[in-house]
């Protein structure tokens, strides 16, 4: 792991691999850097590939008083960049990760970014009257406030029925049943600090990027599953509709997660994405 000082002093980590073009991978909420590794192996040999550990995260301790934030993630995404010295990267976000890019171009717009990816999220993770494309589709403020409630409670159980509660039954079936891949889970987010994860989930529930869509001007891949727990297959025609020259790939039978479910046709589609 390489390291790398915010502009408020904290340390923050970063694993790079490969070489050639950039592109930087940034993970979901209460994952890291090790999401991504898997498909970054697959690209080293044609590009140079930066996979970070989002502040709070991956079991690096916060040194500064800053809040943890999505805002505040947009400024780390923007050291990384001047650090690296990174021109024109192709930026790539899973869940949080999509937010942090979204908040990054409502500060800096999209002058250094070459081409955008963005894999199974919402521009509003609320949902109102107004808004039917936010987590499960039925999401509203006060859901997120019993949410956080619980959170602050047991934040390992929280989290876990987040997934649980989805839009996708196998998750349901998972929890209920304590399966391996609920073990595995449970394992990581006892690992976790969660002080600093439920103080991000409060700014990325705050946040609203629809209005960034159609000031993106570089090509974007969009990348949705079927069978997301979160999310509908409207949500991904809602953003494809609103970002220009963008393509909505939609993945049959994958979850929240389908660059890790159908990892070679992924690859594939960064592949062309990356040489457009």
């Known amino acids: 792991m390489q390291t790398y000082t915010a502009s408020d002093k904290q340390k923050l980590y970063v694993k790079v691999i490969g070489r050639g073009p950039a592109i930087v991978f940034l993970h979901a909420w209460t994952s890291s850097h090790r999401d991504w590794l898997r498909c970054a192996a697959g690209l ?9 550990d989002a502040r709070g995260h991956g079991g690096h301790a916060l040194t500064v008083q800053t809040e943890p934030s999505v805002g505040r993630m947009a400024e780390d995404l923007k050291d990384l960049l001047g650090h690296f010295q990174l021109e024109k990267p192709l930026l790539l976000g899973h869940s949080m990760g999509a937010l942090t890019i979204w908040e990054y171009i409502r500060r800096y ?3 250094n970014i070459g081409k955008l990816c963005f894999v199974d999220q919402s521009p509003k993770l609320i949902t109102d009257q107004g808004w039917k494309y936010g987590i499960y589709g039925d999401f509203p403020a006060s859901r ?29 079936e998972g929890y209920v049943g304590n399966s391996v891949e609920f073990q595995r889970m449970r394992r990581s987010i006892q690992s976790l600090d969660p002080v600093p994860l439920i103080s991000i989930w409060k700014s990325l529930c705050l946040a609203d990027y629809r209005d960034v869509l159609p000031a993106i ?27 220009p020259n963008s393509q909505l790939h939609l993945y049959e039978g994958a979850d929240h997660s389908p660059h890790l479910g159908q990892r070679e046709r992924f690859l594939s589609d960064l592949r062309k994405l990356a040489s457009l």
């Open 44 to 52: 080293e040999n044609e590009h140079r590939c930066f996979c970070w």
């Open 109 to 111: 717009g999209c002058d």
């Open 144 to 172: 997120n406030r019993k949410l956080v409630a619980c959170m602050e409670q047991d934040f390992v159980d929280a989290v876990l029925r987040l997934v649980a509660e989805s839009n996708n039954p196998r998750a349901h």
């Open 217 to 243: 001007r570089v090509p974007t891949l969009l990348v949705h599953g079927s069978e997301s727990h979160f999310y509908s297959v409207e949500l991904g025609e809602y953003v494809r509709d609103r970002i």
